[in-house]
């Protein structure tokens, strides 16, 4: 039987990725304007996985302080992975790649500041995303119940690892259409974050897919 979930979140999942596209579309957005966004996303991303392991009440041995602590631990490292990574951003898409473009350095201050309107837009169409998803198979279903906060002490998910690899096959993509097929900026941007938009769509819709439907509780009255 098909996941319901995916019926709810599918579509705001396809809503939410479209936003970088529209930004390259409209607003001329640059490659790291869209890996930006999407390093974004993984922060929003671990910060409701935080609120999971706060929340989780199915190890009974846990308690309030146990649960700061391994949220804490979790942050710390994952944060601390995820900024290495925004070096890499910084460094090889901010000055390498966008500095072929003509006032690049401005433009990567303006969004690493969120001083663009559109891009927090966009980002709060994640949040939007990731709340809803959060609220609809994490609160209501009551699977923080029976879910243990080491259930989502996990440095790499394959969300995570999703966004990582449509990352650095996209900025691939990105320098081939450019350099190889000789396009211009924006169809390589295109190109760029249409194979984003694919691969995340098709991993969110495997997982949601893949996810149980029920909860221990409900299981147990059909047997």
């Not at 974004?40 to 991303?45: P, Y």
């Amino acid at each position: 039987m098909k996941n319901r979930t995916t019926t709810y979140l599918l579509p705001l999942s396809i809503l939410s990725n479209l936003f970088p596209l529209y930004g390259v579309i409209m607003y001329d957005w640059t490659i790291f304007s869209v890996v930006y966004i999407y390093w974004i996303e993984l922060l929003i991303i671990s910060t409701f996985q935080l609120l999971k392991i706060l929340l989780a009440q199915g190890d009974a041995n846990a308690d309030f302080l146990s649960k700061i602590t391994l949220a804490f631990k979790f942050f710390a490292f994952r944060t601390g992975i995820f900024f290495f990574y925004l070096l890499f951003i910084i460094v090889f898409l901010g000055f390498m790649v966008s500095a072929k473009e003509k006032g690049a350095g401005m433009d990567i201050f303006r969004i690493m500041t969120f001083q663009d309107a559109f891009f927090k837009v966009a980002m709060l169409s994640f949040v939007v995303y990731n709340l809803v998803e959060f609220i609809v198979k994490y609160i209501a279903t009551g699977r923080y119940k029976y879910a243990k906060p080491a259930d989502y002490y996990s440095m790499f998910d394959g969300r995570i690892i999703v966004v990582h690899i449509v990352v650095v096959l996209g900025t691939f993509l990105y320098q081939l259409v450019l350099d190889k097929l000789n396009a211009d900026h924006k169809t390589a941007m295109i190109a760029c974050v249409s194979l984003f938009i694919a691969v995340k769509l098709i991993a969110d819709t495997v997982k949601h897919s893949l996810s149980p439907e029920e909860t221990p509780e409900e299981t147990t009255k059909y047997i």
